[in-house]
């Protein structure tokens, strides 16, 4: 019995947890399933333990419990992102592509602030909200209209009986932040950490009476089917959405060419920080939306639109400390312990430093202080000594000699700037391995996450990758762990066992062969389609690969070479671990392969992105405008300037009905 209080105790503790990271930090540490997986054990181990039930118990907590219960819903239309810029050459490079697709000098747009906050699509039936979504994937997004119709911004009735789809952002100002906020340090609740984790909360909320609460507000930004109603600009769309009663955020503006929308980018840099509300860049969209289609998508974004991110913000703090930390390579990186500062929304207490040249080349000392910024927003980095403030206290770097876990004497390679543990005994290398090889890129086990692993190697029941599947015949040593029940066990078990079905660029990127990440382990699992028929490529067989060059082309040879690699593999196979690669082909022997191909005007039988798909499916590179480098265009009806280009250039030219006849005699 004592036994099943403890575990109570740390299904609540957990999922208390985990609720936190969902809702404050926006950054969940286990999956959805995971979580679900130990909610329903909690309810049920309450149900049947009616003596340890509690009316506090997260269980009963409908409106702050993760919710997996809001109805899903396929978009009508796909819910798109957009394409990032970062700087001027990006968006050059955009309004060329802009320009050339349609055969312009110059193109008008509408730019727009990205407000930060979550994307929400609402459907209108006969004057009324029909329901309100979030973006989900981009395919299948969540029902949340009892939250919507919170959110005053957002008319419940509307003129119009059309049927119509609008989207925009939902939002929380920075003044609601700070009084939630101000309210939860009162109360001791964990404070949100920014605007947009807390409206991507708040929307997520079962009980609409807490998103109520949370005074979210909305601009829209997009007319979907715009086209139906005889608007032809998307400002037009803007100016109907505010006549129908929307929110349409008044800082957009029209702007007559690429230059214009730089002045307009530098305007709103300046004046972001004064504006109520978070943004985070500035979107730019071409104005004329009858060019939309010819101009074009790529999977996930439109090619009409992009969105300029602001540079990352620096900050200011001090370096207590550097420790060295070991990864799964061996490869050693120097980490800055600092002092905490609170950067875009959370709080940083280390930085990467990479390696030795890394920490000289910034001339950082311990107790300097640094300016750091969230690289991609996301890794924190230190980009610069603030030099004026540093003391006698500072005290100089020195690249370790030894590991700090194992002790032995650290390797710098000629050629590279890191330094190795070459121990293959080294219990953090090894237990790094594992984690790896877990970890949802890779095998994707659920149950398996770091601290698991680590815990699971301190206790002696894994040693290696190899032992995951032996895992099985540890369960005694298991249930004696806090916090594991025969049913927790039995799922992990379940978990190891279907990751032997997995795909073959799974197995091949757990492996943590050094330079094959997953993009690398995709591209040559589709080329080998099996573990054993890799393992015999040779370097020339590698190096042949267009995306794999000969430093990643060594690794792999290397990696393949060693006995207890190859040992370690054949122990895979044995256990039943699928070689496959399971995804879709790529026809390397295609005509088309390695081609760069453009493409131009329309076709009978295909639209362009099939077109385009099926080309990638061949291997062919897919691109905008005809140059030296073009192999082939294939050209449809109502083909322009691009044929005229490519017969100057010289070309090959080829026209649907060969196409269609080439395609049909490879499939
Ligand atoms: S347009 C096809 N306009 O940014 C149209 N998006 O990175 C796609 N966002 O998912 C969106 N402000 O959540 C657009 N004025 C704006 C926006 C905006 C914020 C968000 C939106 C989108 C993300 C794309």
């Not at 005007?601 to 639209?607: E, H, L, N």
Request: charge should be negative; proline fraction near 2%; charged fraction near 30%.
């Amino acid at each position: 019995m004592e036994n099943i209080k403890e575990r109570i105790d740390y299904l609540r503790q957990k999922l208390e947890q985990y609720n936190y990271e969902y809702y404050v930090l926006d950054n969940p540490s286990v999956s959805d399933q995971e979580y679900d997986r130990l909610m329903q054990e909690l309810v049920a181990l309450e149900h049947d333990y009616k003596e340890y039930d509690d009316i506090s118990s997260i269980s009963k907590r409908v409106g702050g419990a993760v919710s997996k219960e809001f109805e899903k819903i396929k978009h009508k239309r796909l819910m798109l992102s957009l394409g990032n810029a970062f700087n001027e050459d990006d968006l050059y490079d955009f309004n060329r592509k802009v320009c050339e697709s349609i055969a312009k000098d110059k193109v008008e747009y509408v730019c727009e602030l990205k407000i930060d906050g979550l994307a929400m699509a609402v459907q209108y039936q006969n004057g009324v909200i029909d329901y309100g979504a979030t973006r989900g994937d981009g395919e299948v997004g969540e029902i949340v209209t009892n939250n919507v119709l919170t959110i005053q911004d957002i008319p419940l009735k509307v003129d119009e009986m059309k049927e119509f789809e609008v989207r925009g952002e939902v939002f929380m100002s920075k003044a609601v932040l700070e009084k939630i906020n101000n309210e939860r340090k009162l109360t001791g609740e964990p404070l949100l950490a920014n605007c947009r984790n807390a409206a991507a909360g708040s929307i997520r909320q079962l009980d609409s009476k807490i998103a109520a609460k949370r005074h979210l507000e909305n601009f829209m930004y997009y007319f979907v089917n715009a086209s139906e109603f005889g608007i032809k600009k998307h400002s037009d769309a803007l100016l109907a959405l505010k006549k129908m009663g929307f929110n349409v955020n008044p800082h957009y503006r029209i702007c007559h060419d690429i230059e214009e929308v730089i002045d307009y980018i530098k305007e709103y840099t300046q004046l972001r920080d004064d504006l109520p509300y978070d943004i985070d860049g500035i979107v730019i969209k071409v104005n004329d939306m009858e060019t939309y289609n010819t101009i074009g998508y790529t999977q996930k974004t439109p090619k009409w639109a992009i969105a300029y991110k602001f540079p990352p913000k620096e900050v200011l703090t001090r370096v207590k400390d550097i420790i060295f930390t070991v990864g799964r390579t061996g490869r050693i990186t120097p980490n800055a312990l600092l002092e905490p500062v609170r950067v875009q929304g959370s709080v940083i207490q280390r930085a990467t430093l990479h390696n030795e040249d890394f920490v000289k080349d910034l001339d950082l000392r311990i107790n300097d202080y640094v300016y750091i910024r969230k690289a991609g927003d996301v890794i924190p980095e230190v980009v610069k000594v603030e030099l004026s403030r540093r003391d006698e206290t500072t005290i100089p770097f020195e690249m370790s000699k030894t590991c700090p876990i194992c002790g032995s004497t650290l390797i710098r390679k000629d050629g590279e700037s890191a330094h190795y543990c070459v121990n293959p005994n080294c219990d953090k290398r090894n237990i790094e391995k594992i984690i790896h090889f877990a970890s949802r890129n890779a095998m994707n086990i659920e149950g398996l996450g770091d601290k698991i692993c680590e815990e699971f190697y301190n206790i002696g029941v894994l040693s290696d990758i190899v032992s995951i599947y032996y895992l099985e015949d540890k369960k005694e040593d298991l249930k004696r762990l806090e916090g594991y029940g025969e049913k927790s066990i039995t799922n992990l078990i379940g978990s190891i066992e279907n990751s032997k079905q997995n795909s073959l660029e799974k197995l091949l990127f757990g492996l943590g062969i050094k330079e094959v990440g997953t993009k690398s382990a995709k591209i040559l699992s589709q080329r080998f389609l099996n573990l054993e028929k890799l393992m015999e490529a040779s370097y020339d067989d590698l190096v042949a690969i267009k995306d794999v060059g000969e430093v990643m082309a060594k690794s792999i040879i290397s990696y393949f070479k060693s006995e207890e690699n190859r040992n370690m593999i054949l122990q895979l196979k044995f256990l039943g671990v699928n070689f496959d690669y399971k995804g879709e082909r790529i026809d390397y022997n295609s005509f088309f392969s390695g081609k760069t191909i453009v493409i131009t005007g329309s076709f009978k039988d295909f639209s362009r992105d099939q077109l385009t798909l099926i080309l990638e499916s061949k291997n062919a590179k897919v691109t905008n405008s005809v140059s030296k480098k073009t192999d082939l265009l294939i050209c449809g009806e109502d083909s322009g300037s691009k044929l005229t280009k490519a017969q100057t250039l010289g070309v090959k030219i080829m026209y649907e009905e060969e196409l269609l006849s080439k395609i049909n005699d490879e499939n």
